[in-house]
């Protein structure tokens, strides 16, 4: 009997797991304090954003999927999508980042150190602040801030989480990013510019090559702006001289 196409599709579909699980940086907030109930919250909505994106079967068989998928226990499943629905629908449109699925097994089954969550959460921040671009331009008062789970840069470092402040001060912030780099594929670029360059994706002299492309665009608008600050000044001296000598 020939094998139906369409039927092996969908088996080999099922059967693969998620490399990723994709959650608005706002359910980041709060995980340095407690982490356990981030990770919940995580699953939650992992279960529903996958759950209704699955338009054949029963409420269960779709579950079911799910839980293949996403490598989940198949547990509880009315109490999950209620509180996963319920963080979805509160979080529409928000900035998205994609979170490993070996690396949510690790935090959600081992205790880690307050610096290890850390680097967990300014790996994802800066994972949000790239999106899907190549590479991305970032300071770090919006990389606190999508630490802390906001969507906006702050203004200063007091408006962050107790906790997170820690983190803030200089050292720690130099520290994350130097683990980063060594540990978590981090690209970070910061000779001579406002602010760094960030990739996931790029070399380091790739990166190089894209700031300093940029560098090099905003000094020459700088100089046409500042030639056209001249010309506006100089035509103003010559107009006023042209009606001081025709009054």
Same mark, same amino acid.
């Given at each position: 009997? %020939? ?6 599709? $969908? ?7 998620? $490399? ?9 907030? /709060? *995980? ?22 699955? +338009? ?8 079911? =999927?799910?839980? $293949? ?14 509180? /996963? ?8 449109? =928000? ?18 150190? +307050?610096?290890?969550? %850390?680097?967990?959460? =300014? ?7 790239? /999106? ?5 331009? %970032? ?28 983190? =803030? ?30 990739? *996931? ?34 035509? /103003? ?11």
């Amino acid at each position: 009997m %020939a094998t139906n196409p369409k039927n092996k599709e $969908e088996k080999i579909n099922q059967s693969t797991k998620a $490399e990723f699980i994709n959650i608005p940086i706002q359910l980041l907030s /709060g *995980f340095l304090d407690d982490s356990r109930s981030s990770i919940r919250n995580i699953y939650y909505y992992a279960l529903y954003s996958h759950f209704i994106k699955i +338009d054949r079967g029963s409420s269960r068989e779709k579950y079911k =999927a799910t839980c $293949e998928w996403l490598n989940f226990q198949e547990l509880d499943r009315e109490e999950n999508l209620q509180r /996963g629905r319920v963080l979805y629908e509160r979080y529409q449109n =928000a900035p998205m980042t994609g979170i490993e699925r070996n690396l949510f097994s690790d935090f959600n089954k081992l205790d880690k150190s +307050d610096f290890e969550k %850390a680097c967990f959460l =300014a790996y994802h921040a800066l994972k949000s602040i790239v /999106g899907n671009k190549t590479f991305q331009k %970032a300071d770090n008062r919006f990389l606190w801030a999508r630490m802390d789970g906001r969507v906006k840069t702050i203004k200063d470092d007091s408006e962050l989480s107790e906790k997170l402040r820690f983190f =803030a001060q200089e050292y720690q912030t130099l520290k994350i990013k130097r683990e980063l780099q060594e540990n978590w594929g981090l690209v970070y670029y910061a000779q001579q510019t406002r602010g760094y360059y960030v990739s *996931f994706k790029l070399d380091l002299k790739s990166l190089i090559m894209e700031a300093m492309k940029r560098k090099r665009k905003s000094i020459e608008m700088l100089r046409l702006n500042n030639i056209r600050l001249l010309e506006k000044e100089v035509s /103003g001296k010559l107009n006023k001289r042209s009606k001081d000598q025709n009054s």
